[in-house]
Protein backbone atom coordinates (compact mmCIF):
# COMPACT_ATOMS: atom_id res chain seq x y z
CA UNK A 1 0.00 0.00 0.00
CA UNK A 2 1.28 3.42 -1.42
CA UNK A 3 0.06 5.36 2.21
CA UNK A 4 2.11 8.68 3.21
CA UNK A 5 1.90 9.75 6.88
CA UNK A 6 2.65 13.00 5.55
CA UNK A 7 2.17 15.21 2.16
CA UNK A 8 3.69 18.49 1.90
CA UNK A 9 2.31 21.40 -0.81
CA UNK A 10 5.08 23.52 -1.44
CA UNK A 11 4.71 26.34 -3.86
CA UNK A 12 7.70 27.91 -4.94
CA UNK A 13 8.99 30.76 -7.00
CA UNK A 14 12.01 30.40 -9.23
CA UNK A 15 13.91 33.15 -10.77
CA UNK A 16 14.48 31.95 -14.45
CA UNK A 17 18.56 33.01 -15.69
CA UNK A 18 16.69 34.66 -18.89
CA UNK A 19 12.88 35.74 -19.48
CA UNK A 20 10.59 33.52 -21.74
CA UNK A 21 8.01 34.80 -24.04
CA UNK A 22 5.71 32.76 -25.63
CA UNK A 23 2.68 34.40 -27.49
CA UNK A 24 0.55 34.52 -24.08
CA UNK A 25 2.96 36.84 -22.55
CA UNK A 26 6.26 36.81 -20.59
CA UNK A 27 7.85 35.55 -17.15
CA UNK A 28 10.80 36.62 -15.39
CA UNK A 29 9.92 33.60 -12.70
CA UNK A 30 8.50 30.45 -12.69
CA UNK A 31 5.80 29.53 -9.88
CA UNK A 32 5.14 25.78 -9.19
CA UNK A 33 3.79 23.42 -6.94
CA UNK A 34 5.96 20.38 -5.25
CA UNK A 35 4.64 17.54 -3.97
CA UNK A 36 6.57 15.23 -1.18
CA UNK A 37 4.75 12.57 0.23
CA UNK A 38 6.32 10.58 3.09
CA UNK A 39 5.97 7.14 3.87
CA UNK A 40 8.14 4.60 6.05
CA UNK A 41 11.31 6.59 6.03
CA UNK A 42 11.26 7.13 2.32
CA UNK A 43 10.16 10.48 0.76
CA UNK A 44 8.55 10.45 -2.59
CA UNK A 45 8.37 13.85 -5.00
CA UNK A 46 6.10 15.37 -7.95
CA UNK A 47 5.39 18.72 -9.57
CA UNK A 48 2.01 20.17 -10.57
CA UNK A 49 3.88 22.92 -13.51
CA UNK A 50 1.25 24.88 -13.09
CA UNK A 51 2.39 29.14 -13.19
CA UNK A 52 0.88 31.91 -11.70
CA UNK A 53 -1.48 32.49 -13.93
CA UNK A 54 -4.24 30.19 -16.16
CA UNK A 55 -2.41 31.18 -19.46
CA UNK A 56 -1.42 27.92 -21.15
CA UNK A 57 -4.06 25.79 -19.17
CA UNK A 58 -7.00 26.78 -16.89
CA UNK A 59 -4.90 25.79 -14.32
CA UNK A 60 -2.36 27.50 -11.23
CA UNK A 61 -0.45 26.97 -8.76
CA UNK A 62 -3.01 28.13 -6.24
CA UNK A 63 -5.98 26.07 -7.93
CA UNK A 64 -3.99 22.88 -7.88
CA UNK A 65 -3.10 24.07 -4.11
CA UNK A 66 -6.83 24.13 -3.62
CA UNK A 67 -8.03 21.16 -5.54
CA UNK A 68 -5.43 18.82 -3.75
CA UNK A 69 -5.89 19.66 -0.37
CA UNK A 70 -9.65 20.12 -0.26
CA UNK A 71 -10.48 16.84 -2.82
CA UNK A 72 -7.48 14.52 -4.29
CA UNK A 73 -5.91 14.43 -0.85
CA UNK A 74 -8.82 13.24 0.63
CA UNK A 75 -9.80 10.82 -1.67
CA UNK A 76 -6.12 8.97 -1.32
CA UNK A 77 -6.88 9.11 2.19
CA UNK A 78 -10.06 7.64 2.35
CA UNK A 79 -9.14 5.17 -0.51
CA UNK A 80 -5.20 4.41 0.11
CA UNK A 81 -4.21 2.77 -3.49
CA UNK A 82 -1.69 -0.16 -3.82
CA UNK A 83 -0.17 1.17 -6.92
CA UNK A 84 0.24 4.74 -8.57
CA UNK A 85 -1.49 3.62 -11.81
CA UNK A 86 -5.44 2.98 -9.58
CA UNK A 87 -5.28 6.99 -9.17
CA UNK A 88 -6.44 7.78 -12.33
CA UNK A 89 -9.94 5.46 -11.50
CA UNK A 90 -9.73 7.19 -7.60
CA UNK A 91 -9.87 10.57 -8.86
CA UNK A 92 -11.98 10.29 -12.07
CA UNK A 93 -14.68 12.10 -10.19
CA UNK A 94 -12.62 14.94 -10.30
CA UNK A 95 -12.83 16.56 -13.96
CA UNK A 96 -10.29 18.22 -15.26
CA UNK A 97 -7.74 19.77 -12.60
CA UNK A 98 -5.29 17.42 -14.48
CA UNK A 99 -2.16 19.27 -13.36
CA UNK A 100 -2.83 18.51 -9.84
CA UNK A 101 -3.74 14.61 -10.09
CA UNK A 102 -0.51 14.64 -12.52
CA UNK A 103 1.72 16.03 -9.35
CA UNK A 104 0.34 13.86 -6.87
CA UNK A 105 0.71 10.57 -9.12
CA UNK A 106 4.46 11.27 -9.57
CA UNK A 107 5.04 11.62 -5.80
CA UNK A 108 3.59 8.42 -5.76
CA UNK A 109 5.31 6.95 -8.40
CA UNK A 110 8.69 8.14 -6.82
CA UNK A 111 8.02 6.57 -3.65
CA UNK A 112 6.93 3.22 -5.02
CA UNK A 113 10.02 3.36 -7.02
CA UNK A 114 11.95 4.22 -4.38
CA UNK A 115 10.63 1.74 -2.31
CA UNK A 116 11.57 -1.06 -4.88
CA UNK A 117 15.11 0.52 -5.20
CA UNK A 118 14.49 0.24 -8.99
CA UNK A 119 14.66 4.02 -11.65
CA UNK A 120 10.93 5.33 -12.21
CA UNK A 121 12.48 4.68 -16.01
CA UNK A 122 12.35 0.72 -15.13
CA UNK A 123 9.20 0.82 -14.19
CA UNK A 124 7.75 2.99 -16.78
CA UNK A 125 9.19 0.05 -19.32
CA UNK A 126 11.56 2.72 -20.74
CA UNK A 127 14.24 1.02 -22.51
CA UNK A 128 16.73 4.41 -23.60
CA UNK A 129 19.58 4.86 -21.31
CA UNK A 130 20.27 8.37 -22.94
CA UNK A 131 17.46 10.63 -24.09
CA UNK A 132 17.94 13.40 -26.94
CA UNK A 133 17.54 16.99 -25.94
CA UNK A 134 16.18 19.97 -27.51
CA UNK A 135 15.67 23.29 -26.65
CA UNK A 136 12.45 26.06 -26.82
CA UNK A 137 13.22 29.44 -26.84
CA UNK A 138 11.58 32.50 -26.14
CA UNK A 139 10.10 35.41 -28.51
CA UNK A 140 13.23 38.21 -28.14
CA UNK A 141 12.41 41.62 -28.00
CA UNK A 142 15.26 41.41 -31.59
CA UNK A 143 15.65 39.20 -33.80
CA UNK A 144 19.41 39.72 -33.26
CA UNK A 145 18.88 38.32 -29.92
CA UNK A 146 17.43 35.53 -30.94
CA UNK A 147 19.59 34.93 -33.87
CA UNK A 148 22.59 34.56 -30.40
CA UNK A 149 20.55 32.09 -28.36
CA UNK A 150 19.81 30.08 -31.06
CA UNK A 151 23.66 30.15 -31.70
CA UNK A 152 24.94 29.58 -28.21
CA UNK A 153 22.27 26.05 -27.68
CA UNK A 154 23.53 25.08 -30.84
CA UNK A 155 27.11 25.29 -29.44
CA UNK A 156 25.85 23.42 -26.23
CA UNK A 157 24.67 20.77 -28.54
CA UNK A 158 21.19 20.30 -28.44
CA UNK A 159 19.97 18.17 -30.90
CA UNK A 160 16.56 20.75 -32.12
CA UNK A 161 15.56 23.76 -31.68
CA UNK A 162 12.00 25.50 -31.12
CA UNK A 163 11.31 29.04 -31.64
CA UNK A 164 8.07 30.63 -30.24
CA UNK A 165 6.05 32.50 -32.76
CA UNK A 166 3.32 34.59 -32.78
CA UNK A 167 1.81 37.19 -35.32
CA UNK A 168 4.33 39.61 -36.24
CA UNK A 169 6.89 37.35 -35.00
CA UNK A 170 6.87 34.64 -37.33
CA UNK A 171 7.95 34.73 -41.59
CA UNK A 172 10.56 37.36 -41.25
CA UNK A 173 12.44 35.37 -38.25
CA UNK A 174 12.22 32.00 -39.54
CA UNK A 175 13.59 33.21 -42.71
CA UNK A 176 16.48 35.04 -40.79
CA UNK A 177 17.22 31.79 -38.74
CA UNK A 178 16.92 29.78 -42.01
CA UNK A 179 19.45 32.69 -43.69
CA UNK A 180 22.07 32.01 -40.06
CA UNK A 181 21.32 28.07 -39.57
CA UNK A 182 20.28 26.45 -42.57
CA UNK A 183 20.55 22.81 -41.51
CA UNK A 184 19.90 22.91 -37.84
CA UNK A 185 16.62 20.34 -36.83
CA UNK A 186 13.97 23.70 -36.56
CA UNK A 187 10.38 24.04 -35.48
CA UNK A 188 8.07 26.64 -33.86
CA UNK A 189 4.98 26.89 -31.70
CA UNK A 190 2.42 29.43 -31.59
CA UNK A 191 0.59 28.54 -28.47
CA UNK A 192 -2.99 29.05 -30.32
CA UNK A 193 -2.12 32.35 -31.77
CA UNK A 194 -3.50 32.18 -34.83
CA UNK A 195 -6.88 31.02 -36.57
CA UNK A 196 -7.93 29.78 -39.90
CA UNK A 197 -8.09 33.64 -40.62
CA UNK A 198 -4.12 33.24 -41.31
CA UNK A 199 -4.78 30.03 -43.43
CA UNK A 200 -2.54 31.44 -46.70
CA UNK A 201 -0.24 33.06 -43.72
CA UNK A 202 0.24 29.72 -42.01
CA UNK A 203 0.99 27.91 -45.45
CA UNK A 204 3.61 30.39 -45.83
CA UNK A 205 5.63 28.53 -42.96
CA UNK A 206 6.10 25.26 -45.85
CA UNK A 207 9.16 26.96 -47.10
CA UNK A 208 11.52 26.68 -43.66
CA UNK A 209 11.39 23.14 -43.65
CA UNK A 210 10.31 22.86 -40.00
CA UNK A 211 9.94 19.74 -38.51
CA UNK A 212 6.38 20.62 -37.59
CA UNK A 213 4.65 23.76 -36.37
CA UNK A 214 3.34 22.84 -32.57
CA UNK A 215 -0.41 23.63 -31.40
CA UNK A 216 -0.60 27.05 -34.38
CA UNK A 217 -4.83 27.06 -33.46
CA UNK A 218 -7.10 27.51 -30.59
CA UNK A 219 -5.98 25.50 -27.28
CA UNK A 220 -9.26 23.04 -27.57
CA UNK A 221 -9.61 22.34 -31.36
CA UNK A 222 -8.55 19.44 -33.16
CA UNK A 223 -11.04 20.26 -35.92
CA UNK A 224 -9.88 23.88 -37.77
CA UNK A 225 -6.42 22.52 -37.04
CA UNK A 226 -7.63 19.24 -39.50
CA UNK A 227 -8.68 21.76 -42.06
CA UNK A 228 -5.38 23.25 -41.63
CA UNK A 229 -3.10 19.83 -41.92
CA UNK A 230 -4.88 19.26 -45.08
CA UNK A 231 -3.55 22.52 -46.60
CA UNK A 232 -0.06 22.61 -45.11
CA UNK A 233 3.14 19.96 -46.05
CA UNK A 234 4.55 20.82 -42.34
CA UNK A 235 3.43 18.57 -40.23
CA UNK A 236 0.89 19.67 -36.98
CA UNK A 237 1.88 18.89 -33.85
CA UNK A 238 -0.76 19.24 -30.92
CA UNK A 239 0.37 19.82 -27.35
CA UNK A 240 -2.81 22.21 -25.59
CA UNK A 241 -5.92 20.66 -27.67
CA UNK A 242 -4.33 16.98 -26.01
CA UNK A 243 -5.62 16.36 -22.94
CA UNK A 244 -6.07 12.00 -22.66
CA UNK A 245 -5.00 9.09 -24.84
CA UNK A 246 -8.55 9.95 -26.46
CA UNK A 247 -8.03 12.88 -27.31
CA UNK A 248 -5.12 12.10 -28.98
CA UNK A 249 -6.62 8.74 -30.69
CA UNK A 250 -9.38 11.31 -31.83
CA UNK A 251 -7.14 14.25 -33.21
CA UNK A 252 -5.13 10.90 -35.22
CA UNK A 253 -8.18 9.36 -36.17
CA UNK A 254 -9.56 13.28 -37.94
CA UNK A 255 -5.85 13.46 -39.30
CA UNK A 256 -5.61 17.07 -37.26
CA UNK A 257 -1.84 16.55 -36.68
CA UNK A 258 0.80 14.23 -37.98
CA UNK A 259 2.72 14.19 -33.99
CA UNK A 260 1.91 14.84 -29.98
CA UNK A 261 3.89 16.21 -27.55
CA UNK A 262 2.73 14.61 -24.57
CA UNK A 263 3.58 16.70 -20.97
CA UNK A 264 2.48 14.54 -18.49
CA UNK A 265 1.37 17.47 -15.89
CA UNK A 266 -1.02 18.27 -19.07
CA UNK A 267 -3.01 14.72 -19.13
CA UNK A 268 -3.15 13.86 -15.92
CA UNK A 269 0.34 12.09 -14.91
CA UNK A 270 2.39 9.58 -15.78
CA UNK A 271 0.38 7.01 -16.44
CA UNK A 272 -2.57 9.01 -18.93
CA UNK A 273 1.06 10.07 -20.58
CA UNK A 274 1.86 6.08 -20.96
CA UNK A 275 -1.39 5.53 -22.33
CA UNK A 276 -1.28 8.59 -25.11
CA UNK A 277 1.89 7.09 -25.78
CA UNK A 278 0.81 3.52 -26.43
CA UNK A 279 -1.98 5.05 -28.47
CA UNK A 280 0.61 7.03 -30.79
CA UNK A 281 3.07 3.92 -31.42
CA UNK A 282 0.09 2.30 -32.22
CA UNK A 283 -0.94 4.72 -34.71
CA UNK A 284 2.63 4.87 -35.71
CA UNK A 285 2.85 9.01 -34.55
CA UNK A 286 6.02 10.33 -33.13
CA UNK A 287 6.02 11.94 -29.85
CA UNK A 288 8.11 13.74 -27.54
CA UNK A 289 8.19 15.24 -24.34
CA UNK A 290 7.32 18.31 -23.85
CA UNK A 291 7.99 20.95 -20.91
CA UNK A 292 6.40 23.51 -18.65
CA UNK A 293 9.56 25.19 -17.22
CA UNK A 294 9.87 22.78 -14.33
CA UNK A 295 12.02 22.49 -11.59
CA UNK A 296 14.69 19.22 -11.20
CA UNK A 297 11.25 17.90 -9.77
CA UNK A 298 9.26 17.96 -13.01
CA UNK A 299 12.61 17.07 -14.94
CA UNK A 300 13.21 14.14 -13.52
CA UNK A 301 9.92 12.82 -14.28
CA UNK A 302 10.37 13.98 -17.90
CA UNK A 303 13.64 12.28 -18.27
CA UNK A 304 12.09 9.05 -17.08
CA UNK A 305 9.02 9.15 -19.25
CA UNK A 306 10.83 10.03 -22.09
CA UNK A 307 13.22 6.65 -22.19
CA UNK A 308 10.19 4.93 -23.57
CA UNK A 309 10.53 3.78 -27.06
CA UNK A 310 7.94 5.99 -28.73
CA UNK A 311 9.70 8.95 -27.67
CA UNK A 312 11.21 9.28 -30.95
CA UNK A 313 12.11 13.15 -31.59
CA UNK A 314 14.27 15.54 -29.36
CA UNK A 315 12.00 16.62 -26.30
CA UNK A 316 11.85 19.95 -24.26
CA UNK A 317 13.74 18.63 -21.46
CA UNK A 318 16.58 21.02 -21.67
CA UNK A 319 19.57 20.88 -18.97
CA UNK A 320 19.07 22.39 -15.76
CA UNK A 321 21.21 25.64 -16.66
CA UNK A 322 19.37 26.84 -19.35
CA UNK A 323 16.73 27.38 -16.73
CA UNK A 324 17.79 28.00 -13.59
CA UNK A 325 21.34 29.43 -11.73
CA UNK A 326 20.99 26.40 -9.21
CA UNK A 327 18.10 24.09 -9.56
CA UNK A 328 16.65 22.06 -6.34
CA UNK A 329 18.15 18.80 -7.38
CA UNK A 330 21.83 17.16 -7.20
CA UNK A 331 23.19 16.50 -9.37
CA UNK A 332 21.54 19.11 -11.87
CA UNK A 333 20.43 17.91 -15.06
CA UNK A 334 23.21 17.78 -17.08
CA UNK A 335 22.84 18.23 -21.07
CA UNK A 336 25.86 16.10 -22.57
CA UNK A 337 27.89 18.02 -25.74
CA UNK A 338 26.66 15.08 -27.68
CA UNK A 339 23.12 16.77 -26.85
CA UNK A 340 21.97 14.06 -25.05
CA UNK A 341 20.81 13.35 -21.14
CA UNK A 342 21.99 10.19 -19.41
CA UNK A 343 18.73 8.11 -17.68
CA UNK A 344 19.49 7.77 -14.28
CA UNK A 345 20.10 4.10 -13.15
CA UNK A 346 19.94 4.65 -9.04
CA UNK A 347 16.15 4.23 -7.67
CA UNK A 348 12.85 6.37 -7.87
CA UNK A 349 13.65 9.74 -10.05
CA UNK A 350 17.46 9.15 -9.65
CA UNK A 351 18.05 12.98 -8.29
CA UNK A 352 18.52 13.65 -4.87
CA UNK A 353 16.28 16.63 -4.10
CA UNK A 354 18.08 18.85 -1.96
CA UNK A 355 15.20 20.51 0.66
CA UNK A 356 17.56 23.03 2.13
CA UNK A 357 17.34 24.31 -1.92
CA UNK A 358 13.38 23.77 -2.07
CA UNK A 359 13.07 26.02 0.93
CA UNK A 360 15.37 29.01 0.34
CA UNK A 361 12.17 29.19 -2.93
CA UNK A 362 8.93 28.10 -0.99
CA UNK A 363 6.64 31.12 -0.74
CA UNK A 364 3.77 28.69 0.40
CA UNK A 365 3.83 25.73 2.36
CA UNK A 366 0.87 23.49 3.41
CA UNK A 367 1.46 19.79 5.78
CA UNK A 368 -1.21 17.73 5.13
CA UNK A 369 -1.00 14.89 7.83
O1 LIG B 1 3.93 25.37 -25.22
O2 LIG B 1 5.47 23.99 -24.93
C1 LIG B 1 4.88 25.00 -24.57
C2 LIG B 1 6.69 26.62 -21.60
C3 LIG B 1 5.61 27.06 -20.85
C4 LIG B 1 4.34 26.86 -21.35
C5 LIG B 1 4.14 26.22 -22.56
C6 LIG B 1 5.21 25.76 -23.31
C7 LIG B 1 6.51 26.00 -22.83
C8 LIG B 1 7.72 25.65 -23.56
C9 LIG B 1 9.00 25.46 -22.77
O3 LIG B 1 7.77 25.58 -24.77
C10 LIG B 1 9.30 24.05 -22.51
C11 LIG B 1 10.40 23.91 -21.47
O4 LIG B 1 11.54 24.24 -21.78
O5 LIG B 1 10.10 23.47 -20.35
MG1 LIG C 1 3.73 24.01 -26.80
Request: with cysteine; glycine share 8%; proline share 6%.
Amino acid sequence: MLRPHRLDLLHLRLPLLHFFETSFGRVDAQETLLVRVEADGLVGWGECPASAGPFYSSETVVTCRYVLREFLVPLLRAHPVSDPTECGALFRGVRGHRMAKAGLEMALWDLRARREGRPLSALYGGNRKRIESGVSLGIEDRVEDLLARVGEFIARGYRRIKVKIKPGWDLAVLESLRERFPDVPLMADANSAYTLDDLAHLKRLDAFRLMMVEQPLAYEDIVDHRRLQAEMATPICLDESIHSADDARRALELGSCRIINIKQARVGGPTEARRLHDVCARAGAPVWCGGLLESGVGRAHNVAISSLPGFTLPGDVSGSDRYWKEDVVEPPVLVAPDGTIQVPTGPGLGYEVVEERVARWTVAKETLE
